[in-house]
């Protein structure tokens, strides 16, 4: 790589932990915000690429709020559709491979079982469908792009729904989840893992890696270079409400208090979007082609409470730590 890896989206959850990761590795990397470059408009993409020269494009910007989308339709396609158009669009103008993040709301959630990459798309709400269209202009605009799906997005940084249950674990002595919706909860640690496993191996020269379930995953250029939509989440599934009472269990070890989590349908918390009652993601494609897999979702999320909760914020020593 020459380069630095341009970062569109680089306040966003995922932008600040690739941001964190890239400099822990010491990989050059440019972040951009919406103040210095908004992506709907096409001249400031440009200039910003222009301008870095990069070896590589992540998009990490988008419009993700799913229920205000409802009542923004037109801002979420500016910026989920028309953005990343832009995007893809420069990338393409300036022959650098681009990674563009997508989301398990394109899926309606009707299928048994997770989703593979050549699932019909059939999004439920304004959101996922900006999602849907943007993807496939971005196909259009720059063919070889890795367009990476990813899902139920949480970490340190930022608003997601694993920092508002630790909020209410605080502050309410009962909490109300609903119980039938599934998915994979996925830490932005391991979607920065993934996006800097598909930047390496724009360089790297083939090698097999046997993961830890005995697939044999060949780590290459070609998936790179002829570009392709894959699926990367969490390991294993669970439902809001199970991943709710994950995180209150774990985090009593350092508040020492743990609400009871109920389970509630999602006809008792109406939300003005739909959402797919399973969007579970398979990553098996992913993890054949690049090598990576994301660590099981209760490990993640384990890490993840004990940076939120273990920093100098602590306001207790776990149970059964030394
Ligand atoms: N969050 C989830 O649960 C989830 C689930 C599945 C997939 N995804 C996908 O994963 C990717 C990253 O999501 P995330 O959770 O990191 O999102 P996020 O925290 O909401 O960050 C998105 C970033 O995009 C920026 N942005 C919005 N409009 C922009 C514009 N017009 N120009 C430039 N930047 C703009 C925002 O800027 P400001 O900071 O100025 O608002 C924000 O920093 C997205 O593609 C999302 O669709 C997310």
Redesign the pocket.
Same mark, same amino acid.
């Given at each position: 790589m020459s380069g630095p890896i341009l970062l569109?989206?680089? *306040?966003?959850?995922?932008?600040r932990e690739l941001t964190a990761l890239a400099q822990a590795r010491g990989v050059k990397l440019r972040g951009?915000?919406?103040?210095i470059?908004?992506?709907?408009a096409t001249d400031a993409v440009a200039a910003a690429v222009a301008d870095a020269k990069p070896c590589l494009i992540v998009?990490?910007?988008?419009?993700?709020a799913v229920d205000r989308a409802e009542k923004e339709p037109d801002l979420a396609h500016?910026?989920?559709a028309v953005?990343a158009e832009n995007i893809a669009r420069a990338a393409a103008g300036a022959k650098v491979p681009l990674v563009?993040?997508?989301?398990?709301?394109v899926f309606d959630g009707t299928k048994t079982g997770p989703y593979i990459e050549t699932d019909p798309l059939a999004p439920l709400g304004v959101y996922g469908r900006s999602?849907a269209e943007g993807e496939e202009l971005v196909r259009k605009a720059c063919p070889n792009a890795i367009i990476l799906?990813?899902?139920?997005?949480?970490g340190p940084?930022? *608003?997601?729904?694993l920092k508002t249950m630790l909020r209410l674990a605080a502050s309410q002595e009962r909490l109300r989840v609903v119980a039938d919706q599934h998915g994979n909860p996925?830490a932005?640690a391991d979607?920065a893992e993934a996006i800097l496993t598909v930047a390496s191996a724009l360089t790297a020269t083939p090698t097999l890696t046997t993961l830890t379930d005995g697939i044999t995953a060949t780590t290459n250029t070609t998936a790179v270079t002829t570009g392709g939509t894959f699926h990367v989440a969490g390991t294993g599934v669970t439902t809001w409400h199970g991943f709710a009472a994950a995180i209150v269990d774990h985090q009593a070890r350092w508040t020492h208090k743990r609400p009871p989590v109920d389970a509630i349908a999602t006809a008792d918390y109406p939300t003005p979007a739909r959402r797919p009652a399973n969007s579970a993601l398979d990553s098996t494609l992913f993890a054949r082609t690049f090598g990576f897999r994301a660590k099981p979702w209760p490990e993640r999320m384990r890490e993840t409470i004990d940076i939120l909760l273990g920093g100098p914020a602590a306001r207790g020593t776990p149970e059964g730590a030394p």
């Open positions: 569109f989206g680089a *306040a966003g959850q995922v932008g951009v915000t919406r103040d470059a908004d992506i709907t998009n990490a910007a988008a419009y993700t500016a910026v989920n953005g563009h993040l997508s989301t398990d709301y999602k799906r990813t899902a139920w997005v949480y940084y930022g *608003a997601n729904f996925t932005t979607i």
